[in-house]
T-cell receptor, first 115, second 110 residues
Framework: EPEVTQTPSHQVTQMGQEVILRCVPI?????FYWYRQILGQKVEFLVS????????KSEIFDDQFSVERPDGSNFTLKIRSTKLEDSAMYFC?????????????FGPGTRLTVT | AQRVTQPEKLLSVFKGAPVELKCNYS??????LFWYVQYSRQRLQLLLR??SRESIKGFTADLNKGETSFHLKKPFAQEEDSAMYYC????????????FGKGTRLHILP
């Protein structure tokens, strides 16, 4: 069964550095998402992406964040200048394009630690 | 406001006993309701959704629009049910985000 994959599984970075989190969605899916979960808190929506543009973004997704689908298979989340409060588990998800298919398939997550 | 509330952070239940994980929601419109499960060291995976009315691994959930609830139930708990359970909703647009509750950790006691 196809799965969403994410790399790396754990990323440690210093405050102020740029990080890129990578995701490979399921190949025939059309809708892509990033969520994050700060330790002990709930999973929060960051951004949705469809047809090569952002569909919706949350208040968390400020100018420091960007997403890209550079080559038709990868879906990346970039944080330009990381802050301590960006430390969290980041989940990528994808969904197919069929009518009525609301299920989002999640990747295993990338744990980002900002020191 | 769009919100999902799971009042219990932790629920401990003896093996063979019934399980009920509570979920209430707030949404203007008709959302899709889901339960996601995360077993230890595994990814989030969909357990069930209200429109399919399925029973997965013995779990069921009934949408009560009057009480805006979507409680998850299982008549007889099994040890392998120990996991983190998240109630969630989304709108019915194609690219709608999922809004999660804070999750309930279910611990099945032997």
């Amino acid at each position: 069964e196809p799965e969403v994959t994410q790399t790396p599984s754990h990323q440690v970075t210093q405050m102020g550095q740029e990080v890129i989190l990578r995701c490979v969605p399921i190949s025939n899916h059309l809708y892509f998402y990033w969520y994050r979960q700060i330790l002990g808190q709930k999973v929060e929506f960051l951004v949705s992406f469809y047809n090569n543009e952002i569909s919706e973004k949350s208040e968390i997704f400020d100018d420091q964040f960007s997403v890209e689908r550079p080559d038709g298979s990868n879906f990346t989340l970039k944080i330009r200048s990381t802050k301590l409060e960006d430390s969290a588990m980041y989940f990528c998800a994808s969904r197919g394009g069929l009518a009525g298919s609301y299920e989002q398939y999640f990747g295993p997550g990338t744990r980002l630690t900002v020191t | 406001a769009q919100r999902v509330t799971q009042p219990e952070k932790l629920l401990s239940v003896f093996k063979g006993a019934p399980v009920e994980l509570k979920c209430n929601y707030s949404y203007s419109g008709s959302p899709e309701l889901f339960w996601y499960v995360q077993y230890s060291r595994q990814r989030l995976q969909l357990l069930l959704r209200h429109i399919s009315r399925e029973s997965i691994k013995g779990f069921t959930a009934d949408l009560n629009k009057g009480e805006t609830s979507f409680h998850l139930k299982k008549p007889f708990a099994q040890e392998e049910d120990s996991a983190m359970y998240y109630c969630a909703l989304s709108g019915r647009n194609r690219d709608d985000k999922i809004i999660f509750g804070k999750g309930t950790r279910l611990h099945i006691l032997p």
